[in-house]
């Protein structure tokens, strides 16, 4: 009782002091500010009341002048005068170094890749990477076209059908084990048909085609056997790198046994040799896979890392098409630096009780496409598609630092920064 008393005061005090600096601007008119003070005053008074309008969650006012949007700086001034020209001699200058040095223009099919966990309906940052991929798609179309050339220009989906189903996850001898999407139609379809219809969405707007592929597909690839056995001779240096908290590769194969599927999260008890690993069940106890039997390599699963290295290598060798990923801030950037170049530590996820505060900032729209659709109609996917065109046309967007929650609100309520 006393402490919602105490709670009370504080936010009748605060209250109080900004009302006091308020009235004092209506009275003066703000004739009298020196030094900008009244803004001041007033910034730091509402900070106060938001500290103490929910002091179980409290929130931090973000103020801004509109212009911290679009810094210019890094990589805006290296594509000022365009994104596209300079992606498309990139393009060429691999294949004439590749594979012969007087080959000229592009002769391989472009893939721009990007995916996602079927773990929710979609949010906005997975639309902002859909949007971006089927746009550049498009627009490096546009251009070779309009050059005479016919090189394939596909968006390609990967559907991470081996997430974890979170409330599948336990944890048994302090080992964690988890059961994966493609273990269970019935959830991995709950949130697919979302991602089915703005894939649909995009390539119409963009007329670019997609195909989306599946984890199996992954390990099906006819190089993976190699690369494989790459990664497993070398696995106690990159099991450092790839994953600094645990030094294990986290490569993990289903429990074959009808009805049971677990897999172990972090490959810790794994056992290998130079042709197969071996894995642990806590109920139904080991299994293994052959390294030299591709269909038994299809079966393997392998955790963000592990597959981001698998993944870059075999794009890397491929000598029949160009590949750009499209990866979203939250794994692109110094993840990248960390975890394909340098053992560096942890992954950022947001916090428990984070979204949360977007519904009480009317911010929720941004969470899943399906509250994007009931708050905004169609056009809330448009206006995120529009935003994303801005980054082809103006570079400069695409470079700048991040885009903040608060920037994409103003984005969906059709403000312009
Ligand atoms: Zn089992």
Not at 93 to 116: K, Y
Not at 202 to 231: C, N
Not at 335 to 359: D, K, S
């Amino acid at each position: 009782m006393s402490c919602h008393l105490s709670d009370e005061s504080q936010r009748i005090d605060a209250a109080s002091r900004l009302i006091s600096i308020i009235d004092t601007l209506t009275l003066t008119g703000g004739s009298s500010n020196e030094g900008g003070s009244h803004e001041t005053a007033i910034f730091s008074a509402i900070q106060d009341f938001l500290l103490v309008l929910s002091p179980h969650r409290p929130l931090y006012a973000g103020f801004h002048d509109g212009q911290v949007h679009n810094p210019l700086g890094g990589g805006a001034y290296a594509f000022k005068e365009g994104l596209i020209s300079p992606t498309i001699l990139s393009l060429m200058n691999d294949e004439s170094t590749c594979i012969h040095r007087s080959s000229p223009g592009l002769t391989r099919p472009i893939i721009i890749h990007a995916g996602f966990q079927p773990n929710n309906s979609p949010h906005a940052g997975t639309l902002i990477v859909f949007s971006y991929a089927f746009l550049l798609a498009k627009a490096i179309h546009d251009e070779i076209s309009a050059h005479g050339s016919a090189i394939s220009v596909a968006v390609e989906i990967a559907i991470v059908d081996t997430a974890p189903i979170s409330h599948e996850t336990r944890e048994i001898g302090g080992i964690q084990y988890q059961r994966a999407y493609r273990d269970d139609p019935a959830v991995l379809a709950a949130y697919m048909i979302d991602y089915e219809e703005v894939l649909d969405q995009m390539s119409k707007w963009s007329g670019i085609s997609f195909r989306p592929t599946y984890q199996s597909d992954l390990f099906s690839h006819p190089e993976l056997p190699k690369l494989l056995a790459y990664v497993v001779n070398h696995r106690a240096r990159l099991a450092s790198q790839l994953s600094p908290k645990y030094n294990t590769i986290a490569l993990r194969a289903a429990c074959p046994v009808p009805g049971c599927s677990l897999t172990e999260k972090h490959g810790i008890l794994n056992q290998y040799t130079h042709n197969s690993i071996t894995f642990y069940c806590p109920y139904h106890g080991e299994h293994s896979i052959s390294l030299s039997q591709p269909s038994e390599i299809a079966r393997l699963e392998a955790n963000a890392p592990t597959r981001n290295l698998i993944r870059s290598m075999l794009h890397l060798l491929d000598k029949d098409a160009h590949h750009i990923r499209i990866t979203g801030a939250d794994y692109a950037g110094t993840y990248q630096e960390a975890f394909l170049y340098r053992p560096l530590a942890e992954c950022l996820y947001v916090c428990n009780g984070g979204y949360e505060t977007m519904e009480a900032l009317g911010t929720d729209g941004l969470l899943s496409y399906a509250r994007l659709r009931s708050k905004h109609g169609t056009q809330g996917l448009k206006r995120i598609w529009d935003e994303v065109e801005r980054w082809i046309t103006e570079p400069k967007n695409l470079f700048r630092a991040s885009f903040s929650v608060e920037y994409l609100r103003a984005v969906l309520d059709g403000s312009n920064w």
